[in-house]
Structure formats: structure tokens, C-alpha cells
């Protein structure tokens, strides 16, 4: 066995674990300005999101959750649909919609700094 093939699933399952742990951490800390905040509005909260602290981890948290879906679709796909073209078909498919959220989220972002 050569060691390119044992560490092939290194790379993704790391990205899972990590991105993962990512996630439940900003799902924490989300919780915890939301119960923390009090009576707020809108104004309020438009202001906290795009506080560049609060905007960076909004953005980590984005690029977090793309690449922990892709690793989870992709295998998805792999380990279940057996038909080649299908299966090309489903995994572009998942790149297209994770693409185009991932750029549609960057530009609500990058509005933001730009107000």
C-alpha cells in the first residue's frame, strides 16, 4: 500500500473534524449574543453583524460550512450513487449550488464593509 492511498482520507476527514468544531463554536457564540443582547431591532443587529470582529467569524463560519458540506455530499455521492454519469452529474451539481452560495453570501459581506 502506498502512503498517497492511507493518506487520502486525511484531507477531508480533517476538514470535517475541523470545520465541524468551527461551526459549534460559532453556533455557541451566536447563542450566546442572542440571549446576552436584550430588546434589539433591527439596527441593532445590523450593526453587530457587520462589526468587522463579527464579520470575519460570519465569514469563516460560511467558508466552515461550505467545505463541510461539500465533504459531506461528496461522500455521500461516492458511496451511494453507482451510476458514472449520475454521479458526476450530482457532484457538479452540489458545486454549482455550493459555489453560487458561497459568492452570494461574500457579496452580502462585502456590502457590509462597504456601508
Not at 33 to 62: C, K, M, S
Request: proline share 2%.
Amino acid at each position: 500500500m502506498s502512503s498517497v492511498y492511507v493518506l487520502h482520507g486525511l484531507k477531508p476527514w480533517l476538514i470535517q473534524r475541523v470545520s465541524a468544531v468551527y461551526i459549534a463554536l460559532f453556533v455557541i457564540y451566536c447563542v450566546f449574543a442572542l440571549t446576552t443582547a436584550g430588546d434589539t431591532g433591527y439596527l441593532q443587529w445590523r450593526e453587530w453583524l457587520f462589526h468587522p470582529l463579527n464579520t470575519i467569524a460570519v465569514g469563516l463560519f460560511i467558508i466552515a460550512l461550505l467545505l463541510h458540506a461539500w465533504v459531506g455530499m461528496r461522500d455521500i455521492i461516492l458511496d451511494y450513487v453507482h451510476n458514472t454519469l449520475i454521479r458526476m452529474l450530482a457532484l457538479n451539481l452540489v458545486i454549482v449550488v455550493l459555489i453560487s452560495s458561497g459568492l452570494w453570501s461574500a457579496k452580502i459581506l462585502l456590502l457590509s464593509v462597504a456601508i
